[in-house]
C-alpha cells in the first residue's frame, strides 16, 4: 500500500494562477480531507468528503474547489492563486468518521508570489 | 461545537528528562481524543488515541497519556525524552457521529530535546 500521496511536493504560483494539487488513497476510504497547515494555526480544514461525489466545505473554504469522481481521487483546486493561500497542504483519508484514524499525505508546500 | 487548546507552542527538554504536553479539550458530549507527531517535513502520524475505553493510553514510541474527565485533559507524556522525539505534536478532538468537520486541530507545540 502507497497509502495518502500528494502531487506535487513544492509548487511556486504567481498571483492569479491557477492549479490542482493531486490527493490519492489506496486504502478505500470512505472519507477525504484537505488541511491547510500555517504557522501558529494548527491544521484548518478546508473541504472534505464522505464518499464519491459527496463534498461539502470545512472552515475555510474561499478560493478553493473540489470534487470525488472515485473513492481515490480527492483533487483540489486553486482557480486564482493569491498569496494568502501560501502554505503547507495536507490531505487525509480515513475508513469513517469518529474515533477513526487519519491518514495523511507526505504535503504540498505551495508558494504565491 | 468542541475546541482543544494546547499550552506552550514550544516546549524544550533535555535528553533523557520527563515529556509533558498539555492538552485541555471542550466538548458537550464525552468526545474522543488523538495525539498526531508531524516529523519535519513530513505528514501527521497518529500516535494514540482515547476511545472511551480506558482513561491511559499507550502510544507508540514510549508515549502516553491520561484522559481526565474532570480536568478535561489529555496530557502527553513520555518519561525519557529521545533526540528523535524532535518534533511538532498536535492534540485533536472529535466526538461521536460528528461529520469529517467535527475533528478538531490544537494549534500544535513544537518539542525541542537538548543534548
Known amino acids: 500500500n502507497a497509502g495518502v500521496t500528494q502531487t506535487p511536493k513544492f509548487q511556486v504560483l504567481k498571483t492569479g494562477q491557477s492549479m490542482t494539487l493531486q490527493c490519492a488513497q489506496d486504502m478505500n476510504h470512505e472519507y477525504m480531507s484537505w488541511y491547510r497547515q500555517d504557522p501558529g494555526m494548527g491544521l484548518r480544514l478546508i473541504h472534505y468528503?464522505?464518499?464519491?461525489?459527496?463534498?461539502d466545505q470545512g472552515e475555510v473554504p474561499n478560493g478553493y474547489n473540489v470534487s470525488r469522481s472515485t473513492t481515490e481521487d480527492f483533487p483540489l483546486r486553486l482557480l486564482s492563486a493569491a498569496p494568502s493561500q501560501t502554505s503547507v497542504y495536507f490531505c487525509?483519508?480515513?475508513?469513517?468518521?469518529?474515533?477513526?484514524?487519519?491518514?495523511f499525505g507526505p504535503g504540498t508546500r505551495l508558494t504565491v508570489l | 461545537a468542541q475546541s482543544v487548546t494546547q499550552l506552550g507552542s514550544h516546549v524544550s527538554v533535555s535528553e533523557g528528562a520527563l515529556v509533558l504536553l498539555r492538552c485541555n479539550y471542550s466538548s458537550s458530549v464525552p468526545p474522543y481524543l488523538f495525539w498526531y507527531v508531524q516529523y519535519p517535513n513530513q505528514g501527521l502520524q497518529l500516535l494514540l488515541k482515547y476511545t472511551s475505553a480506558a482513561t491511559l493510553v499507550k502510544g507508540i514510541n514510549g508515549f502516553e497519556a491520561e484522559f481526565k474527565k474532570s480536568e478535561t485533559s489529555f496530557h502527553l507524556t513520555k518519561p525519557s525524552a529521545h533526540m528523535s522525539d524532535a518534533a511538532e505534536y498536535f492534540c485533536a478532538v472529535s466526538v461521536p457521529g460528528g461529520g469529517a468537520d467535527g475533528l478538531t486541530f490544537g494549534k500544535g507545540t513544537h518539542l525541542i530535546i537538548q543534548p
Open positions: 487525509a483519508s480515513s475508513v469513517g468518521l469518529g474515533y477513526n484514524e487519519q491518514f
Open positions: 468528503s464522505v464518499g464519491a461525489g459527496i463534498t
